[in-house]
């Protein structure tokens, strides 16, 4: 952690492994490409702590279309000139959202926050309008843990103080607020995640399965016979073959817990 003394524009301090938008102090400055989790004690107070980077599996699969949206929201943010650029990766689970939204911060090369869900949705408007320091924003599961309605402010910048990309995931686009969904000056992007393709499955499969015949007939086997092709299963799938590599598709599937056809 960088620790200055004469930085006016610089937003935190460091007290104890708990980072606060400094009232006056010891500056400190995030780190881009750090991670960080803005937290909420009982006491309600509203302070970052230092977390591990972002790890990603040997078989995370991107597609042409995945690469061209992300390399796209992080040139809009680089070129805008509005403070707040939100994104919303929205789908079934375990599809892959947070994982791209992981990704898309990396790429950004900005200071990562990701907001857990001890802290109030009427509180983090006024958190951020404390600092100064260009940002990227993960809201995982927005549709689960907030009330939608508290954050229009917050993504409007209406008390505009940093830049800040804001990456948001749900489940179910239905419990987010209809004003927050639907204005692209709240949520300019938007990308649903459905069940993957089979070029995607035979990439993530031909990664973990030397045999490349089999991991061919694996992708077939899946299409047929499971349910929700998402990203947790196949992967999951993919580890049951090389750990059971005599038994069947079949009888590997009977005993997963996976909806099958």
């Known amino acids: 952690m960088e620790k200055k003394t004469t930085n006016k524009t610089t937003s935190f301090i460091n007290i104890n492994g708990q980072i606060i938008p400094k ?8 780190i881009p490409g750090k991670v960080y989790i803005l937290k909420q004690n009982r006491d309600y107070d509203i ?12 078989q995370y699969y991107l597609s ?9 929201v992080v040139n809009m943010y680089s070129i805008t000139k509005n403070l707040t650029l939100g994104t919303l990766l929205s789908g079934m689970k ?12 990396v790429e950004s090369g900005l200071p990562i926050i990701v907001i857990d869900k001890s802290v109030a949705s009427d509180d983090i408007e006024g958190f951020f309008a404390k600092i100064y320091d260009d940002v990227c924003v993960i809201m995982d599961e927005i549709d689960k843990y907030w009330n939608t309605r508290y954050l229009l402010g917050f993504l ?10 804001v990456l948001c995931t749900c489940n179910n686009e239905k419990e ?3 004003y927050l969904n639907d204005r692209c000056s709240r949520i300019r992007y938007k990308k649903k995640f459905t069940s993957l393709t089979k070029e995607a499955v035979l990439g993530i499969l031909s990664d973990m399965i030397e045999d490349k015949e089999k991991a061919k007939s694996a992708t077939e086997f899946i299409y047929s016979h499971i ?3 998402s990203y947790d299963n196949i992967i999951i799938f993919g ?17 997963m817990n996976i909806e099958k056809h």
């Open 227 to 229: 349910d929700i092709v």
């Open 94 to 105: 375990g599809s892959g959202k947070t994982l791209m939204a992981k990704k898309i911060a």
């Open 23 to 30: 009232p006056e102090g010891i500056d400190c400055t995030l």
């Open 64 to 72: 042409d279309d995945d690469n061209k949206f992300i390399k796209k």
């Open 239 to 255: 580890e049951e073959i090389l750990c059971s590599p005599g038994e069947s598709y079949e009888s590997i599937l009977s005993d």
């Open 156 to 165: 409007d910048g209406v008390k505009p103080t940093c830049k800040k990309l």
């Open 176 to 178: 987010i607020d209809e």
């Open 47 to 58: 302070f970052l702590e230092e977390d591990k980077d972002f790890e990603f599996p040997e």
